[in-house]
């Protein structure tokens, strides 16, 4: 399941994660974003455990977006230990953010 995030979970949820967190920074009104979506709920499925799907809103979230520099969507992130360690935009794969994971 993707996790819907909160400016206020961010930390505990992305942060502080002891799993590779792929975070995919959209907008509502984004229609590339909304053809990641199914694929990022497929992709939860198949890393559950081993990874976390999470999607952060920029227009209602935009102090996170802001902090990481975030000009395009969907931009789509791997935070490990804390920090990006690779991102992408634009629609991908499955086979695409899976690599991007490292799985």
Known sequence: MVKHLKTSEFKKEVLESDVPVLVDFWAKWCSPCLRVAPILEEL????KGAAKICKLEVDEEYEIADL???MSIPTIAVFVNGEIKDQMIGVQSKKA???LLGL
């Open 44 to 47: 939860s499925e198949d890393v």
């Open 68 to 70: 990481y520099d975030i």
């Open 97 to 99: 953010l899976m690599k």
